[in-house]
C-alpha cells in the first residue's frame, strides 16, 4: 500500500511537471476538460428537448381540442345565420302581407265610412253623432274600451271635443272635408290640452269624410308621424 501512495504521488508530480513544462500535452489535458463540459453540457440540452417535445406533444393535444371546438362552434355560427336568413326572408314576407292587409283595411273603412255617412242622413242625426255612436260599438268589441261606457262631446277650456273618453283617455276629431292640414293640427292642440289637464297621453283619432290627394297624404304622414289613428272615407283630386 505504501508503494502504491508513493507511486500515486510520483504520477502526480510527474503530471504537473507535464502541465508545467509540455505546452501540447497542457493542451490535450485542457481539450478533454473543455470536451467533458460540452458533453455535460449537451446531456443538459437533450434533458431539456426532451422535456419540451413532451410539452409540445401536450399542447399539440390541447390544440387538436380546441381546433374541434372551434368547428364546432363556427358550425353553430353558420347555423344561427342560416336561421337568421330564413327568419329575415319570412319577416319580409309577412311584412308584404300585413301592409297589403293594412291597405285593404284602410280601402274598407273608407267605404264603410262614406256608406255611414249616407245612412246618417235618413237617420235623422249629424255624421259627428253617427260617427261617435259606431266608434263606440266598435271600441267596445275591440275591448279598447269597457262596457257601459260612450265616446261623447265635450268642452274642455272653452275647446269643442267631438270625441272623448275620460277612461281610457281618449280624444278624437270629426270633419266632413279636409281643406288643409288644419284639422289635424286641431286634433293635436286639443290632444296637447287634454294631456296636460289628465296628466297623460290621449289616444287620438281623426275621422274624415273627404279630402284631396295632396292633403290628405300630408295628413297620413302627419297622423303616422303623432300616431294619430286617421280614417279618411274618400280621397278626390
Do not use: W
Not at 10 to 30: G, H, S, Y
Amino acid at each position: 500500500m505504501i508503494i502504491f501512495a508513493e507511486q500515486l504521488i510520483q504520477l502526480k508530480k510527474q503530471f504537473l511537471e507535464l502541465l508545467e513544462k509540455d505546452l501540447e500535452f497542457r493542451r490535450a489535458v485542457i481539450g478533454m476538460l473543455e470536451l467533458e463540459e460540452i458533453l455535460q453540457r449537451l446531456r443538459k440540452h437533450d434533458e431539456k428537448f426532451e422535456e419540451m417535445l413532451k410539452r409540445l406533444d401536450r399542447h399539440e393535444s390541447e390544440l387538436v381540442k380546441l381546433r374541434e371546438d372551434f368547428n364546432k362552434m363556427l358550425n353553430v355560427i353558420i347555423q344561427i345565420q342560416e336561421d337568421q336568413i330564413r327568419l329575415r326572408e319570412n319577416y319580409e314576407r309577412l311584412e308584404k302581407h300585413i301592409n297589403i292587409l293594412e291597405k285593404s283595411l284602410k280601402s274598407l273603412e273608407g267605404a264603410m265610412l262614406r256608406g255611414f255617412a249616407d245612412i246618417s242622413k235618413f237617420a235623422g242625426i249629424t255624421f259627428e253623432e253617427f260617427v261617435r255612436n259606431f266608434l263606440t260599438e266598435a271600441l267596445r268589441r275591440s275591448s279598447e274600451i269597457p262596457e257601459g261606457v260612450e265616446l261623447k262631446k265635450i268642452i274642455i277650456d272653452g275647446e269643442e271635443i267631438n270625441i272623448f273618453l275620460e277612461n281610457p283617455l281618449i280624444v278624437g276629431e270629426v270633419t266632413a272635408s279636409a281643406e288643409s292640414i288644419d284639422e289635424i293640427m286641431k286634433l293635436l292642440r286639443k290632444a296637447e290640452l287634454v294631456k296636460t289637464k289628465y296628466s297623460k297621453e290621449p289616444k287620438k283619432i281623426m275621422i274624415i269624410l273627404t279630402a284631396k290627394r295632396d292633403i290628405a297624404k300630408e295628413i297620413e304622414r302627419i297622423a303616422e308621424e303623432k300616431e294619430v289613428r286617421l280614417v279618411i272615407g274618400k280621397i278626390i283630386g
